[in-house]
């Protein structure tokens, strides 16, 4: 039987927002069904759609992880920032739960609500600019759209995700978003000038560091729980033409860990990757390193790695800026095949335990990692980042000057019961290790959190400033119920 909830856990936990009474389960496709749902009388007029039937209520109810399907009541194709207003202050005298879906990245059910409403962002999409000011964009464009906005202007945000054609900007702001330029500038939240945002009761609201300035600092990297991003002006920088990659292999994993802290901290190179790669149960260690310029500077790759302790280095490529960014496009962010489920694990561990809790990864045999393979070879991103430039309250790193980001894309197959119990249990096994290594989660990855969890994920001063904003903002708690900040989550499967 391919089951992932129980009867009696779904109905203990699921969330009945609106009057939506969830009186059954579908256990042939694992969705909830709603046989009482709200009315939806006295709509306001929208510039956009809200959608009512089955096949759009149910193609919006699943995310990355194929884990989780709660079927909303309804879904807005909004129009324009106004609907969202609309709708949101409609929530509000209907009692109804509100979610914000982009592309739907994260893994453990945080964009979607049973029986409530979940906005489509997609469809608000523009890319304004760029000018003087930055570039203002829409929560639904992709990092991609941004490129291709402001490549023939050579100016640049400071921070590109991994995945550019894969990531809403709406999306990466609500939960952080890091880029490899993060050593260096920090995360995507803390480049953004601007924002106009829709507060959970209603209100339209600029703000900035300067204006309503804890509002702003409890959206950004706050997946929405006191409003819904629907604009933001990003910071802009000059953008260098063209880059100069090269990979750097080691067999040592403490000479791979220590070139890794030592290049992000004296800044010699502008890009930082890296990743563990396992191959006939032995593993190596690549360090993927560029350099920007625009000719007729040309970088000198041989002093850059002067000192660099590797054991073999690939010739030095050369390919335009917009190239390198799109490099990894579809490498571990694409969509989820209906016979795959995924369990993604991210965190950010301090440097100084950081080869105590790699150490545990390694030894994970490989039908437990469920990593990625490409010719028989696993693989999973680990490099250094500086955590100086982490300057947003709700993006939290590790108290270390340096630390690790490790990511986990995990899979396993839809019809094995066994390995998804195995798999979620490994989790909260690494969950743990890391929170005791001094180690911070990055939300969208991070399993399913109780309120307690969540609690000492921010540490009580944070936490404080973001429960006051919760209030004031979104006083009905009708924003963004799956993250399980303010009440018990509304799904059961996973740490």
């Not at 496009?329 to 694990?345: I, L, M």
Request: glycine share 10%.
């Amino acid at each position: 039987m391919n089951r992932r909830v129980s009867r009696r856990e779904f109905v203990t936990l699921a969330a009945t927002a609106g009057g939506a009474a969830i009186i059954g389960f579908d256990r042939s496709t694992d969705t909830q069904i709603g046989t009482q749902s709200p009315s939806f009388q006295g709509l306001p007029n929208l510039d956009g759609k809200l959608l009512l039937d089955d096949e759009s209520r149910r193609a919006i109810a699943v995310d990355n992880s194929n884990l989780f399907h709660q079927i909303p009541a309804a879904v807005l194709k909004p129009g324009s920032a106004q609907d969202v207003v609309r709708i949101v202050q409609y929530a509000n005298r209907h009692s109804l739960k509100v979610a914000v879906k982009g592309d739907g990245h994260s893994q453990y059910g945080q964009t979607q609500v049973a029986g409530g409403i979940v906005i489509d962002s997609r469809t608000l999409n523009t890319v304004h600019g760029p000018t003087a000011l930055g570039v203002d964009v829409q929560p639904g464009a992709y990092w991609g759209d941004i490129v291709g906005a402001t490549r023939g202007h050579a100016v640049t945000p400071p921070v590109y995700p991994a995945t550019c054609m894969a990531l809403t900007v709406g999306g990466t702001l609500s939960v952080g978003g890091i880029g490899n330029t993060s050593h260096r500038y920090g995360a995507q939240v803390d480049n953004v000038l601007e924002l106009d945002v829709v507060t959970g009761d209603g209100r339209l609201v600029t703000c900035s560091p300067d204006r309503e300035t804890e509002l702003f600092n409890m959206v950004l990297a706050g997946l929405g729980q006191c409003a819904i991003i629907v604009r933001a002006r990003l910071r802009l920088m000059p953008a260098p033409s063209d880059v100069m990659i090269q990979q750097l292999t080691y067999t040592d994993l403490d000479t791979y860990l220590g070139d890794q802290l030592r290049v992000a901290r004296d800044g010699r190179y502008d890009h930082i990757r890296g990743g563990a790669h396992r191959k006939d149960g032995r593993w190596t260690f690549t360090a993927d390193l560029g350099k920007y310029f625009t000719p007729p500077e040309v970088p000198d790759m041989a002093a850059l790695r002067s000192g660099l302790r590797f054991e073999s280095a690939t010739t030095p490529v050369q390919m335009s800026y917009a190239e390198n960014l799109f490099r990894f496009e579809g490498e571990t962010v694409g969509p989820t095949p209906s016979a795959t489920r995924r369990a993604f694990f991210t965190v950010w561990i301090p440097a100084s335990t950081s080869k105590e809790f790699v150490s545990n990864i390694l030894a994970l045999p490989p039908e437990l990692a469920g990593l990625p393979r490409v010719a028989g070879v696993e693989r999973f991103p680990l490099y250094a980042l500086n955590t100086g430039p982490f300057g947003r309250p709700l993006f939290k790193m590790p108290h270390e000057e340096q630390a690790f980001a490790i990511w986990l894309f995990r899979s396993f197959p839809a019809n094995n019961e066994a390995a998804l119990s195995a798999m979620l249990q490994s989790n909260r096994d690494l969950f743990a290790k890391m929170t005791a290594l001094g180690g911070k989660r990055y939300t969208p990855y991070s399993g399913i959190m109780s309120a307690e969890d969540w609690v000492t994920h921010f540490g009580p001063e944070v936490w404080r400033r973001l429960s006051t904003a919760k209030r004031e903002y979104d006083p009905n708690q009708v924003l963004s119920p799956g993250a399980g900040m303010f009440g018990r989550p509304t799904r059961s499967v996973g740490p």
